[in-house]
């Protein structure tokens, strides 16, 4: 159950990212409620972490969470807001999912 939380801790890692990338392009009202948004994410994303630090050693849980947050980040860069897609960038991409898995691997 802890690895399911730290996933999904690190997917709101992505929208805590994402609202800030938005907020970038916005203003007034809008602006602010993407902020908003920032916070409450920010906020779901660190209760999961500190809760899965339980039963997960920190080391790992940290890299994992943000490695989650690394390629959900890029990704949504991409599709999102239109961020190159080089052969580097998603060689280097590829390469931060495998060390991902193998921590998650040599973790049990």
């Known amino acids: 159950m802890s690895w399911i939380l730290l996933i999904i801790a690190g997917f ?14 916005t203003s007034g009202q809008t602006m602010w409620l993407w902020y908003l948004g920032f916070l409450v994410c920010l906020t779901i994303s660190m209760v999961l972490l500190v809760k899965v630090t339980k039963d997960i050693p920190i080391g790992t849980a940290y890299a994992v969470w943000t490695g989650i947050g690394a390629v959900g980040s890029v ?18 991409l590829m390469a931060l999912i495998a060390s991902i898995v193998g921590l998650k691997y040599v973790s049990e």
């Open 12 to 25: 709101f890692e992505v929208a805590f990212a994402t609202c800030l990338g938005k907020a970038k392009e």
């Open 75 to 92: 990704l949504i860069g991409i599709f999102i807001f239109k961020e190159p897609a080089t052969f580097w960038r998603i060689f280097f």
